[in-house]
């Protein structure tokens, strides 16, 4: 999501310096907690996800930038944490969940969420503009509902940070690695009788989905995949090796405001406090591009050069793009292609702020067109539209759209695309395909798929990364999933 973000805000926000009142009477600017009532809306309507509704935001210029950043925190940690907020609220009113109006349970979400994992928001402040917001979408009865409930909540809690190791898990909310919210009653079930209900509530993904991990992986693995979807991840950027090292660009970040360290490869950093990253030279000056560790993985084993010619079939913004562009030395060609125009026009955007002029913008419709009078593919990559199932972090909305029917869907779409690649290729041509999941519909059953129905093609190599949200943010990796075909 941040990547996307980034791409859509190149432009600088002016600052009157006036309150934030009188900027929303001027410039129809909406607070935060308003902005995320709207976005929730959005999404739980279907209108949109969550990083369409909050890419909508940052294009209205609606939000002064102290507004902006607790928007995108309550949104993501809402859709993050929806069913465990679900579960808890639930405990702290005799009325079914399901029969509470809509609008009062966004709002009862956000005010919960503020409450148990935000430390600088004041408890009063939190249930004041909950109720007051109650009564603005709804009415007076419905404030009094919401101060109810959450004063309750504010009852409960027994330790508002407790460390983990101490805690009652049938009472605890986990809120980072290292502590708990624990409250005075039991909130979830035992894990000793009910071990896979106990986890799925408790960081807040469809029961379903954690069953599945657990027969798929061990429970121990699923527990990991469950924790990285849990916590806030952090930001990892790709320093652009043409312009910068990797020593002057963390003095860089840090000039303007950002810490970073090495990330364990070296290949990449990690940025301890990503506030206001993109108002920095170095990010404007296309140093360095945020791209996860796990990301990078497929074209790092493409091993390329100076002078090759790749295709990227899908390349949405062109992170990757811009990956294998600056690996090359910016010598050589790559095709970035997408079926959305309005994405490459951001592409070439931020190709231009990383000093990149070997990449060439294509629509999908036109890309045999393009490189039917190439000499030669090197190399196509398929970035496979996927599930998400290894970036639930980054974007949490999507474990609650994944089901069956949309994996069998999914992997239609999957063999399809390696199918036009073939297409293209030349008889030297070889193939990456990538996902950001872990599901073997999407990556391993895709690959036996499509070598099973292509006599002339093999799978050379292939890598899952299992997410992980280690002891530190240094440690951090999402999920994924690469294989390199070849011709026989």
Not at 115 to 123: G, M, Q, S
Request: charged fraction near 25%; hydrophobic fraction near 40%; glycine fraction near 6%.
């Amino acid at each position: 999501m941040i990547a996307d973000m980034l791409a859509r805000n190149q432009h600088e926000r002016s600052s009157s310096g006036q309150p934030a009142e009188s900027l929303r009477r001027q410039h129809g600017e909406v607070s935060a907690r308003e902005a995320a009532f709207d976005v929730l809306w959005d999404i739980r309507a279907g209108r949109r996800t969550a990083r369409e509704a909050i890419d909508a935001l940052l294009e209205a210029d609606r939000l002064p930038g102290p507004e902006l950043g607790l928007t995108m925190e309550l949104v993501m940690g809402v859709i993050r944490h929806r069913l465990t907020l679900v579960r808890l609220l639930g405990s702290m009113t005799d009325r079914d969940w399901k029969y509470i109006n809509p609008p009062v349970q966004n709002i009862l979400m956000l005010g919960a969420y503020q409450l148990i994992w935000l430390d600088r928001i004041p408890a009063f402040a939190a249930v004041n503009e909950a109720v007051e917001q109650a009564k603005s979408r709804g009415s007076k009865r419905s404030g009094q509902f919401v101060n109810a409930v959450l004063r309750q909540l504010l009852r409960e809690i027994e330790h508002r940070r407790l460390p983990t190791s101490q805690v009652d898990t049938i009472r605890a909310v986990p809120i980072d690695r290292h502590t708990c919210c624990q409250f005075r009653k039991p909130i979830f079930s035992d894990p000793a009788i009910r071990p896979i209900e106990h986890l799925a509530d408790t960081t807040s993904h469809p029961l379903w989905l954690v069953s599945r991990w657990v027969h798929c992986f061990g429970m121990d693995q699923a527990i990991e995949i469950c924790r990285a979807g849990m916590y806030r991840p952090p930001m990892f950027i790709r320093p652009n090796k043409l312009r910068v090292g990797v020593s002057e660009l963390i003095t860089r970040l840090s000039d303007g405001g950002c810490d970073a360290q090495p990330a364990e490869s070296g290949e990449a950093l990690v940025i301890l406090h990503a506030a206001g990253f993109t108002k920095t030279a170095a990010f404007r000056e296309g140093l360095c591009q945020p791209q996860d560790r796990t990301a990078m993985l497929p074209v790092q084993a493409m091993d390329l050069s100076p002078g090759k010619v790749v295709v990227d079939l899908c390349a949405g913004l062109g992170t990757k793009t811009t990956q294998m562009a600056e690996i090359m030395e910016n010598k050589g060609t790559v095709i970035a292609c997408d079926k959305d125009e309005t994405k490459l026009v951001l592409l070439r955007a931020n190709c231009e702020r990383l000093g990149l002029s070997i990449v060439r913008t294509v629509l999908l419709a036109n890309l045999e067109k393009e490189t039917a009078n190439l000499a030669t593919i090197d190399w196509i990559l398929i970035d496979a539209p996927c599930s998400n199932s290894g970036v639930l972090a980054r974007r949490p909305d999507a474990r609650y759209r994944i089901d069956q029917r949309t994996l069998d869907s999914l992997s239609s779409v999957q063999l399809n695309l390696l199918d036009e690649a073939s297409r293209l290729a030349g008889p030297q041509t070889r193939m990456m395909y990538s996902t950001c999941s872990i599901e073997r519909e999407e990556n391993e059953d895709i690959v036996v798929q499509f070598v099973s129905s292509h006599s002339g093609w093999r799978m050379f190599d292939s890598r899952k990364t299992m997410p992980s949200a280690g002891s530190e943010p240094a440690d951090w990796r999402d999920g994924g999933y690469w294989a390199i075909l070849l011709q026989k």
